[in-house]
C-alpha cells in the first residue's frame, strides 16, 4: 500500500500507478485498491494488464477498510 490519507478520512492519489499495477501483477496481485483520484491515470496502463487486474477505486478511508478487511472486492 502507498498513498496518504487525510485526519478526516480522504483518500488521496498516488503518482507512479502504472509502475505500482505492473509490480502488483508481476507478485501476482489482481485486486487492487486506488484512490477514486485516480480514475484518470487507469489510461496509461497497458489495456492487456488492466484486463487482468481488478482495481477498485475508493474516496474513504472507510472504503479501503471495508474492502481489504471484509473482502469485499467489487
Known amino acids: 500500500m502507498t498513498g496518504e490519507i487525510t485526519l478526516t478520512g ?4 498516488i503518482g507512479g500507478l502504472k ?3 505492473l509490480a ?3 507478485s501476482g496481485i489482481k485486486n487492487i485498491i486506488i484512490p477514486a483520484g485516480n480514475e484518470k491515470d487507469l489510461e496509461s496502463i497497458p ?3 488492466r484486463k487482468k487486474l481488478n482495481f477498485i477505486l475508493v474516496s474513504e478511508l472507510r472504503e479501503v477498510l ?3 478487511l471484509c ?4
Open 10 to 13: 480522504r483518500v488521496l492519489p
Open 19 to 21: 509502475e505500482k499495477a
Open 24 to 26: 502488483a501483477l508481476k
Open 47 to 49: 489495456a492487456p494488464v
Open 66 to 68: 471495508d474492502t481489504a
Open 71 to 74: 473482502g469485499q472486492a467489487q
